[in-house]
């Protein structure tokens, strides 16, 4: 049975990372300069993304100067070559698989996903990637429905489910984002993603010696994924074992601590030892922790709570009211106890951030935010 990439671990905590402007070229390189043209021209509203600045500005300049009027392409000699629509769909699914797990620009992939779509609207991979894309843009019900197009068209592509599974979590629908996980498993037993993604379900829903179950078998199976120690960090320390959840802590911070991992992992991994740190009183280092995770990923809502938590306890009032009403801002999610619980956060966190809610500058501002 062919293996299910490992990407799937990624898509439980991944958000939107900030879009790369290397590589520029990446466009005419896969597409052909025909392809990207009528890409633009049909969606004005794309005049200002990057794959279609140069559309517009040559545009401009052709209506402007005599002297400009042959297009660049053509002095560079690009071979004018014709595209069959296999070709055309698969060399825009391509860009759009190089935007989105290379450079991270999600809007960029969900513009070629969208094209390729058009074209061949039977590629079920291509669902499945515009759906990873319309998750990490929040896009739940976007991503779900791509997630249930692809597997329409074939019920045996495993990241199908680990995308809808994971769109179902950002719904807070933990059980449907089980059974996802379930048919990952019956898909492919060996591989580390259907456990990971179950581990973060039943965590959510409180079953906690289930999730560490599964968080061990993802460790097994993938022992130099960070994100597998990240959930079975959670599962340890809801069950009162801040020992080995600290050692979890520090094996993920150090393993994402790699080339060639995204940012928000390590961020991930530096919020779950702050989580920890502070169940174990060490307020310093969950407050340096917590500021790190935030350096890596400026929309870490939880992160910046936790943070203003930290401040308000310590008598810092007009910072720590200045990040909560920014992380509740960047996530409504977070002024609700019950769904930091789901989280991952401890009995001590929760407990310092329910009195923290309780204050009067924090009511008015739960009462104009919820």
Same mark, same amino acid.
């Given at each position: 049975m062919k293996k299910i990439p490992l990407f799937g671990l990624v898509l439980a905590s991944l958000t939107p990372?900030?879009? $790369?402007?290397?590589?520029?070229?990446?466009?005419?390189?896969? #597409? @052909?300069?025909?392809?990207?043209? /009528?890409?633009c021209k049909n969606n004005p509203s794309l005049s200002d993304h990057k794959l279609c600045r140069g559309y517009y500005r040559q545009n401009r300049i052709r209506r402007t100067s005599p002297n400009?009027?042959?297009?660049?392409?053509?002095?560079?000699?690009?071979?004018?070559?014709?595209? $069959?629509?296999?070709?055309?769909?698969?060399?825009?699914?391509? #860009? @759009?698989?190089?935007?989105?797990? /290379?450079?991270?620009?999600?809007?960029?992939?969900?513009?070629?996903?969208?094209?390729?779509?058009?074209?061949?609207?039977k590629d079920a991979k291509a669902y499945v990637h515009r759906g990873y894309a319309r998750y990490v843009l929040k896009d739940y019900q976007g991503a779900i429905a791509d997630a249930n197009r692809a597997i329409s068209l074939n019920s045996s592509l495993a990241n199908a489910y680990a995308v809808r599974g994971n769109a179902r979590q950002g719904l807070r629908d933990y059980q449907g984002a089980m059974a996802d996980a379930n048919q990952i498993i019956r898909l492919d037993a060996s591989s580390p993603m259907g456990y990971f993604n179950r581990s973060v379900a039943r965590y959510a829903l409180a079953n906690y010696r289930g999730a560490l179950a599964d968080g061990d078998r993802a460790v097994r199976l993938a022992p130099k994924v960070a994100n597998a120690y990240i959930v079975r960090g959670m599962a340890r320390l809801a069950l009162g074992d801040e020992r080995k959840a600290l050692q979890d802590a520090e094996r993920a911070v150090t393993l994402a601590q790699q080339e060639g991992t995204p940012q928000k992992i390590l961020a991930g991994g530096y919020s779950l030892r702050s989580t920890v740190q502070y169940e174990l009183g060490n307020t310093d280092k969950a407050m340096s922790d917590s500021r790190t995770a935030i350096a890596l990923d400026r929309d870490a809502a939880g992160s910046m709570l936790k943070l203003a938590v930290i401040l308000y306890g310590r008598g810092d009032r007009q910072e720590s009211l200045r990040l909560a009403e920014k992380a509740i801002s960047l996530d409504r999610n977070v002024a609700d106890l019950a769904y930091l619980k789901e989280r991952g956060w401890g009995k001590r966190l929760l407990a310092d951030t329910k009195n923290f809610f309780k204050s009067p500058e924090m009511k008015e501002l739960l009462a104009v935010t919820r």
């Open positions: 990372l900030m879009p $790369t402007t290397a590589n520029a070229q990446i466009t005419i390189d896969l #597409l @052909g300069i025909y392809q990207t043209e /009528e890409l400009t009027s042959t297009p660049n392409y053509r002095r560079r000699n690009v071979p004018q070559t014709r595209s $069959t629509p296999n070709s055309s769909s698969n060399r825009l699914s391509e #860009l @759009g698989t190089r935007l989105l797990y /290379e450079q991270g620009d999600y809007r960029g992939a969900l513009i070629a996903f969208d094209r390729a779509i058009a074209i061949n609207p």
